[in-house]
């Protein structure tokens, strides 16, 4: 079945510092891919997302390209802010599955913590 | 613009005890999708509803079920609870055909189960 492997947290940046947050994944159909953010006691919110192999989602100055030779899409921002301190999930979604589902498969998330 | 909203937002129940939860779909969207937060862990699928039916369910056994409405609302329930079930479940509706565009999330309703 479908899966997405994220790095482990917490990660502990200072301010301003570059962020990379390693997702990968399997499917097996041509899934598109996300990245959601949850801030403490909120729900899920899309932050970026790519459709096709070599697409750049960017939001907010985060962005992640979809790598289909290496089943990568991996988060970067080049100056992070205390604000910006939340989980962050990678996410497919997989119509050619065969399931008949729309449903997201989620990574377990990474936390991300940014200090003065 | 009104959101998706979820009720309530906590809840404590008995195991053994039923269970039903509620989601508003923001508007215009006319799919629902449920998911279950464990604590630490990233969101699992349950299922997804679309024009009142079940349009697609993940790894959950029978006793998850649900219903949606005519106005697109969704209700999650769950019979026999079990402490494993104690997570964050949360709602997400969209457009059919469209959740690679975006899908919407509720805050969540906590769920406790002692």
């Known amino acids: 079945g479908d899966s997405v492997t994220q790095m482990e947290g917490p990660v502990t940046l200072s301010e301003e510092a570059f962020l990379t947050i390693n997702c990968t994944y399997t499917?097996?159909?041509?899934?598109?891919l996300f990245w959601y953010v949850q801030y403490p006691g909120e729900g899920l919110q899309l932050l970026l997302k790519a459709t096709k192999a070599d697409d750049k989602g960017s939001n907010k100055g985060f962005e992640a390209t979809y790598r289909k030779e290496t089943t990568s899409f991996h988060l970067e921002k080049g100056s992070v802010q205390v604000s910006d301190s939340a989980v962050y999930f990678c996410a497919l979604s997989d119509l050619g599955s065969g399931g008949g589902a729309d449903g997201l498969t989620f990574g377990k998330g990474t936390h991300l913590i940014i200090q003065p | 613009e009104t959101g998706v909203t979820q009720s309530p937002t906590h809840l404590i129940k008995t195991r053994g005890q039923q269970v039903t939860l509620r989601c508003s779909s923001q508007?215009?969207?006319?799919?629902v999708s449920w998911y279950q937060q464990a604590l630490g862990q990233g969101p699992q699928f349950i299922f997804q509803y679309y024009r009142e039916e079940e349009n697609g369910r993940g790894n959950f056994p029978p006793r998850f079920s649900g219903l949606q409405f005519p106005n697109y609302s969704s209700e999650l329930n769950v019979n026999a609870l079990e402490l494993d079930d104690s997570a964050l479940y949360l709602c997400?509706?969209?457009?059919?055909?469209?959740?690679?565009?975006?899908?919407?999330f509720g805050q969540g309703t906590r769920l406790t189960v002692v």
């Open positions: 508007s215009g969207h006319n799919t």
């Open positions: 997400a509706s969209s457009l059919r055909g469209q959740l690679q565009t975006e899908a919407f």
């Open positions: 499917a097996t159909g041509y899934p598109s």
